[in-house]
């Protein structure tokens, strides 16, 4: 059973810090990129960041280029967001996704979500 299980969220002053981690079991992760997401009320669901399946490679939404990272341990098969800096518009439920290009199609699965906000 594929399972994406992200902890970390929780309410921070502008700012403060969070580091969100996510737990993957019942696929291979180091053959999927992975990625979070976040979806502010009201708004679509954005790519907030993405790493390779060694690590070497990042992506960042430019929102958040400086302030947040993005690391993966293939060991312990987690995926983690640092997240420094934070504004209130970093509010938002925040999802871990794993991806590949499968043989039929694209291979995609999403965890539950866990809540960040920003705010004094």
């Known amino acids: 059973q594929v399972q994406l299980v992200e902890s970390g969220g929780g309410l921070v002053q502008p700012g403060g810090s969070l580091r969100l981690s996510c737990a993957a079991s019942?696929?291979?992760?180091?053959?999927?990129?992975m990625r979070w997401y976040r979806q502010a009320p009201g708004k679509e669901r954005e790519l907030v960041a993405a790493?390779?399946?060694?690590?070497?490679?990042?992506n960042y939404a430019d929102s958040v280029k400086g302030r947040f990272t993005i690391s993966r341990d293939n060991a312990k098969k987690t995926v983690s967001l640092q997240m420094n800096s934070l504004k209130p518009e970093d509010t938002a439920v925040y999802y871990c996704?794993?991806?590949?290009?499968?043989?039929?199609?694209?291979?995609?699965?999403w965890g539950q979500g866990t809540q960040v906000t920003v705010s004094s």
């Open positions: 996704n794993a991806w590949r290009a499968g043989l039929s199609g694209p291979d995609d699965y």
């Open positions: 019942g696929f291979t992760f180091k053959l999927y990129v």
């Open positions: 790493i390779s399946t060694t690590g070497s490679n990042t």
